[in-house]
């Protein structure tokens, strides 16, 4: 399966480049989640001013010119399911993607995506079919929304309970930690020590 790490700052304080143990956050993304097995190759969605920047850090950077992460992602679709990561996650847990991806070829859902008990949604950390992402992508714009959060709305998805994981191994809830500033780069160098 593809692999998709979505780079590309909406904010002016995101940054996927944040140093975290000496390499960029993205750069760390991108080698967690290639060590699934079940994770063939993976392509960064950059901006496009950004490519020279990016390409210092990840294998595969993908320029896109767009408003929005959900633009960007809406013209970056490969025909192929995927598995959709942040750019700032680090400490994704190899053994979970694979589970997912078990899990998503198994029941062939239009997404397979994790869910906190109070109903949130990790977009950005979800399988997702190509197709029935693009239409979902498509009817939230025509809404009028721009979260890319906003596309559950639009997709007959298959909910995965992450507290219900975490029971089985507590190392899960670390796959959806997102490193934002200063104090998260400290517990995202800690922690990468100890996996």
């Known amino acids: 399966m593809l692999g998709v790490i979505l780079a590309f700052p909406e904010k002016r304080w995101e940054n996927y480049t944040l140093p975290v143990a ?94 906190w008990k109070d109903g949130t949604a990790e977009v950005t950390h979800a399988v997702y079919d190509p197709d029935a992402l693009a239409d979902a992508i498509n009817a939230a714009l025509a809404e009028g929304y721009r979260n890319l959060g906003r596309v559950t709305e639009f997709l007959d998805y298959e909910p995965l309970s992450i507290e219900e994981l975490a029971k089985r191994n507590p190392k899960v809830t670390l796959s959806f930690f997102r490193v934002r500033n200063s104090f998260d780069v400290r517990f995202a160098a800690e922690t990468l020590r100890k996996l």
């Open 22 to 115: 000496d390499e960029p956050v993205v750069k760390l993304t991108e080698q967690r989640l290639l060590m699934s097995k079940r994770i063939e190759d993976a392509i960064t969605v950059v901006r496009k001013d950004k490519l020279r920047t990016y390409s210092l850090h990840v294998s595969n950077p993908l320029p896109v010119s767009a408003r929005s992460r959900m633009e960007a992602l809406l013209k970056a679709l490969h025909r192929e399911p995927f598995f959709l990561a942040e750019g700032n996650m680090p400490l994704i847990m190899p053994f979970l993607v694979n589970y997912m991806i078990g899990l998503f070829y198994e029941n062939e859902p239009e997404a397979l995506i994790p869910v």
